[in-house]
């Protein structure tokens, strides 16, 4: 039975409904301009969490877009459904104890800081950064929102 539930899992995760959010789940992500290994490799992702855009699914290939616009086909095997957020924009994002500008201000994140994306609410994101967690404006976070 539990074999079944499991199979089951696997088959509604291949039918996800695009787009969604996902997270590199490597340290080494090869971005390809086809759907399979016989395309030529148009870029390599080094950074486990970043978050990424899913845009399409084939078979076991998944066409993303990741924080800069690029687009391509990576193996599904190579990514999470844990959400995960990117610091983006000008000059350092405030992690506050909080989600509110006047809440006590934990840590400044500069652009490019990857971390786990917990709930957001209210133009506030919940993350984890190497063990740090508070709350990060959500229009500073690629990764929030709706993908």
Do not use: F, H
């Amino acid at each position: 039975m539990t074999l079944l539930l499991a199979a089951c899992g696997e088959a509604s995760a291949q039918q996800r409904e695009t787009p969604y959010w996902a997270t590199i789940d490597t340290t080494k992500l090869n971005l390809r301009v086809g759907p399979s290994t016989e395309y030529r490799i148009n870029w390599v992702y080094k950074r486990k969490g970043l978050p990424i855009k899913v845009l399409r699914l084939k078979e076991g290939w998944r066409y993303i877009e990741d924080s800069d616009g690029d687009r391509g086909w990576v193996a599904k095997t190579m990514l999470s459904a844990e959400r995960g957020g990117l610091v983006v924009g000008e000059g350092l994002a405030p992690m506050r104890t909080a989600p509110a500008d006047n809440s006590s201000l934990k840590w400044n994140l500069e652009p490019g800081v990857v971390g786990k994306l917990g709930e957001c609410e209210a133009g506030w994101c919940e993350l984890s950064v190497a063990g740090r967690e508070g709350y990060v404006p959500a229009d500073r976070l690629y990764g929030a929102g709706a993908p």
